[in-house]
């Protein structure tokens, strides 16, 4: 159709390259919305606290649920049975039966405790989150913004990531700004941090290295196969690191 594509732009680097940090001086110059892949990844995950839903509270909730509802009904057919064969056999049927029996509120509570759950896990291992969960998250802040210049910092992180993006949006990216840092600098940089984030810890912060290494950094290799990426020296000064930023951002017919 003739909906016209939002520009996009991969800002990618190692944990604590200074990506999160550039994309906001980005933004003040030059318009862009940014759009953390790790920032909503956390908002995400800390959703369910904020609407009171814990997953202990849900834990309590199928409980009561299966204690109050499932068990009166279901405790009669399984005694018959136990008596019947020696407690050998249990009535699975009965079990789905009460399990079917909790409201369809609880179910769709218990899986997004699950599922925001399965994400804070993932963050904490410094693993990569299935693509779906990420495309939609971007997807709806894409849509929620109304700009149409994008900033997409921290994504895509593996092939597959790459590959889905590009498959569900058709959008392929203006270009990739990739902040090139030496690892202990990284490393230091996110250890003096103090911003209370679960994954900036030194044991979590060599796996996000080592998954950074292995899974991401094929994907820039990937796009400077096709000539898109622009690398900048991150180990410099924030100013220093923004000087060249600005530069390649600044429109070159002007
Ligand atoms: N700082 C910044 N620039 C500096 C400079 N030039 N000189 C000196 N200090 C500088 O910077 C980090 C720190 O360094 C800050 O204190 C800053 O002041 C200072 P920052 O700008 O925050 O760096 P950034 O590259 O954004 O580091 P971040 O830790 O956010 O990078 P990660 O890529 O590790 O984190 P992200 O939030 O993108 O992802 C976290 C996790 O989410 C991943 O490990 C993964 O588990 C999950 N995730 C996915 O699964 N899928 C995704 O698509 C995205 C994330
Ligand atoms: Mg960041």
Redesign the pocket.
């Known amino acids: 159709d003739a909906e016209k594509k939002p520009t996009v732009v991969f800002v990618l680097?190692g944990?604590?390259?200074?990506?999160?940090?550039q994309c906001a001086n980005i933004v003040k110059h030059f318009g862009y919305t940014h759009l953390?892949?790790?920032?909503l990844?956390r908002a995400e995950m800390k959703s369910g606290s904020e609407n009171g839903n814990t997953k202990w509270e849900c834990l309590g909730l199928l409980l009561l649920k299966v204690g109050g509802l499932g068990m009166a009904c279901m405790s009669f057919h399984v005694l018959f049975y136990l008596v019947m064969w020696f407690g050998v056999v249990l009535d699975f049927g009965t079990f789905i039966m009460s399990a079917l029996t909790l409201s369809e509120n609880t179910w769709v509570i218990l899986l997004l405790v699950v599922y925001r759950t399965m994400i804070q896990d993932?963050?904490k291992e410094?693993?990569?989150?299935p693509s779906g969960v990420?495309i939609k998250l971007l997807q709806k802040a894409m849509q929620d913004s109304g700009n149409d210049k994008f900033l997409i910092?921290?994504?895509p992180?593996n092939e597959e990531?790459r590959a889905a993006f590009e498959a569900v949006t058709k959008i392929e990216p203006a270009f990739v700004l990739f902040f090139d840092c030496p690892e202990e600098e990284m490393e230091r940089?996110?250890l003096?941090?103090n911003q209370g984030r679960e994954?900036d810890n030194i044991e979590t912060i060599r796996k996000?290295l080592k998954v950074y290494l292995e899974s991401s950094l094929p994907v820039v290799k990937y796009y400077d196969s096709k000539g898109k990426v622009q690398k900048v020296d991150?180990a410099?000064?924030?100013d220093e690191?923004f000087e060249v930023v600005k530069v390649i951002f600044t429109p070159k017919d002007e």
């Open positions: 680097g944990p604590g390259s200074g990506k999160g940090t953390s892949a790790g920032d990844l993932m963050i410094g693993k990569i989150v990420t910092d921290g994504f992180r990531n940089r996110i003096s941090r994954d996000r991150a410099k000064s924030v690191v």
